[in-house]
Each structure stands twice: as C-alpha cells, then as structure tokens.
C-alpha cells in the first residue's frame, strides 16, 4: 500500500463536490504502491517520480488522468481524449462513487498497465511542432518581422505549441488577431503563454 500524502489528505478535505469519488481513487491508487503527491493542485501517483495517474474534478465529472494513456490497450473502451489537441493523456470519467466500485478491478488492472508502460521506458510520439496549423493572421506577422521570428523560433517546441493552438482556437479572425497582438511582446521576451 502506498503512503498518504498529508497535502493530498487537505486537498480532499476541502474538496465538496467530489470527494466521496476521489477518496476511492485515491485508494485504488494507493493500493498499487504508488507515491502520492500535490501536483498542478490535484493528487498525483507517480513511481520512481515519473506521472502515471492524476485524480482531478470538473463541474459534471471527476477522473482519473492517465499521462501515457495513449498507450494503454483500453480492452474496456474507457479511456476518453480529453480535446482533440491532447496527444498522450486519456481519462476514465465518472460521476458517482457506484461507477468507481463496479470498476475497481479494472481501474487496478489500467493502472498496472501504466506501470508497465512506465517500467519498460514506453514514449509517446508526439506530433512535431511543425506540424501544427499556424493561423494567417500569424503567419503573415511572423513573415512581416524578423524579430518575431527569431523570438517564435527560439520558444521550445511546447511554448510554440501552445500559442498556435491558443491563436487556431478562436473562430473569429478579430479573435485571433487580438490574441496575437497581446501576446507578442511575450513571445518577444521570450516567455510562453503561462509564464
């Protein structure tokens, strides 16, 4: 059995709508020796410091998140894509402690396949940054400043990512115009969208 971790214990003690739910993944979790921490705010089991599962809530549901869950076989057909834009992470979803005790078994059975995977050094295929849409609007500053440029490119791929799918998201060419004007005195001084 893995051991309590005393900030995970006042995280469910301030949690109201789900606590009933994430006090019984957090069991499950613990009983497949896994180590327990605060990370992003939510419990996380790691083993060796690596991510395996994350337990989180939401208005309508709360979840286990699996980091490497795109490589996990899913014989249940349980696992969901969170967006169209996550790549590894797939979450099991529930919204009343019965669905989590009629799974228990299968919900150990997923998390010793993270394991595995974790174990056996398994890597996700991320797509490359390349390969990601760059809105117009974007692009056409991007080719009109060189020190723009030069700055976008010299953001890690992760950053890129998540400014050109931050721009992609609006509808709206305003929106996306907007976005890109307020954010490029960031990218110019080098930072992300959540620095």
Not at 87 to 111: G, S
Not at 158 to 171: I, T
Not at 180 to 192: F, N, Y
Request: aromatic share 10%; net charge positive; with cysteine.
């Amino acid at each position: 059995m893995g051991k309590p971790n005393p900030k995970v214990d006042a995280f469910l003690r301030r949690e109201k709508r789900w606590s009933d739910e994430m006090a019984e993944l957090r069991k499950i979790a613990l009983s497949c020796e896994l180590s327990e921490e605060l990370k992003w705010g939510q419990p996380c089991y790691t083993l060796d410091g690596k991510n395996i599962v994350l337990i989180h809530g939401f208005k309508k549901y709360c979840a286990y998140l699996f980091f490497k869950g795109v490589l996990l076989k899913d014989p249940q057909s349980i696992l969901i894509i969170q967006t169209d834009n996550v790549q590894a992470a797939r979450q099991i979803r529930f919204t009343h402690i019965r669905e989590i005790v009629k799974l228990r078994p299968t919900l150990k059975t997923y998390i010793q396949e993270a394991i595995e995977v974790e174990k056996t050094g398994l890597k996700v295929a991320f797509r490359k940054t390349g390969e990601f849409a760059v809105p117009e609007e974007f692009r056409s500053r991007l080719d009109g400043s060189p020190a723009l440029r030069k700055a976008f490119d010299a953001l890690t791929p992760g950053r890129q990512r998540a400014y050109l799918l931050y721009f992609g998201s609006a509808k709206q060419p305003k929106t996306r115009e907007s976005r890109i004007a307020k954010h490029i005195p960031r990218i110019l001084d080098g930072k992300g969208l959540d620095d």
